[in-house]
Structures are given as structure tokens and as C-alpha cells.
């Protein structure tokens, strides 16, 4: 996978503009990825729920789940699917809102220097082979 510097998207990756995102600070480097796991809804893969999440799309009558979640807004640079397809939400030179309030080493604030990159999945279910080979 290549990085379109310019604009800070992966060349042929699916691209799916997230509004949950804005600017980093200015002088800002990237030094941290973030991994975190996610499967909408919870245990269950392959729906739409989590691009729906990251775009603000999310109908809480789809599942009961979602009317406690239904208001975030919230974003990750990068999904890997349980198939390997890589979804990206937000350019990679702007900041995703996918660590909350958080602390990196005594730094706070790690979404404005990190990437956040979410595999579909959870705790309880190994992750799969195609998502170790992005």
C-alpha cells in the first residue's frame, strides 16, 4: 500500500469521508499508532455498523446497542475488516477522533499524534489471518 502524501490517503483503499475529524495541531508529528478492536453490533461482524458510527449514520432502531451509541461522534483513520479489506475514514494528516481523553507516556491528547486504526473484531474472538496480512 502506497500513501498519496498529498492528500493523505492510501491508493486503492475504499475511502469513506468521516465528519468526525478536524485538523491536528499545527508543528504536530505523527508517533503513535493505535490499535483498537470493534465490531457493530457487538460480537457480530460484517454489517454496516461501523462505517455507519464513523459517519454519523447510525439508526438506533437497527439495534437495541445502538441507541446508547447512536450520538457519538467518533472516527478512526483505518478499518481492517475480517476479510483484510482496509476502509479509510479520515485523511492521514488530519486528526480522528478514536482515543477520547487519553494519555500516551504522560502525553495527553494522543489523537494529535496518533493513528487509529480499528480491526473488526473483540476480545472474546481471535482476530484473522487476512487482518495480519494488511
Not at 491508493?11 to 503513535?32: K, L, M, Q, W, Y
Request: hydrophobic share 35%; charged share 25%.
Amino acid at each position: 500500500m502506497q500513501i498519496d502524501r498529498k492528500i493523505g490517503l492510501l491508493e486503492g483503499v475504499r475511502f469513506v469521508p468521516s465528519p468526525n475529524c478536524d485538523a491536528r495541531p499545527h508543528g504536530t508529528e505523527i508517533e503513535v499508532l493505535v490499535i483498537h478492536a470493534i465490531s457493530l453490533p457487538p460480537g457480530e461482524f460484517g454489517g454496516p455498523g461501523i462505517e455507519q458510527l464513523f459517519c454519523n449514520a447510525l439508526d438506533p432502531e437497527d439495534h437495541f446497542h445502538y441507541r446508547s451509541i447512536c450520538e457519538l461522534k467518533v472516527s478512526a483513520h483505518l478499518l481492517v475488516r475480517r476479510d483484510g479489506e482496509v476502509v479509510q475514514f479520515v485523511p492521514l494528516h488530519k486528526r480522528a477522533w478514536h482515543a477520547g481523553e487519553s494519555r500516551c507516556e504522560g502525553r495527553a491528547s494522543v489523537n494529535d499524534f496518533s493513528i487509529g486504526v480499528e480491526l473488526e473484531g473483540s476480545d472474546e474472538a481471535p482476530f484473522t489471518p487476512a487482518q495480519y496480512q494488511v
